[in-house]
């Protein structure tokens, strides 16, 4: 059996520490897909209240399918991605 984890990666700016964590693990690459289009819609509104809001903001810099980064509209040096990839069961 073929497992994949959806993993999300705050690449981290100035005094912020990045970090990764994984979101979801399915046998189903399709609803990681369906899972990871619904964070990135999220995190791709805009938020005009708040313009450095870093849960949201951004606009897509890379999309390559399994993996998808972002750059904030304001913190130009601010990145975060998702990616789809196969993990091992132990």
Known sequence: ?????????????????PFATT???S?????LREEMAKCVESDTQINEEDEWDDTCNFIVNMNYGDVVTLQHKERINLYTSYRIHKVDIV
Do not use: H, K, P, W
């Not at 046998?27 to 609803?31: I, L, M, P």
């Open 1 to 17: 059996m073929e497992m994949y984890a959806l993993t999300f990666c705050y690449e981290g700016v100035d005094d912020n520490a």
């Open 23 to 25: 979101i979801a693990v």
């Open 27 to 31: 046998e189903s690459v399709q609803r």
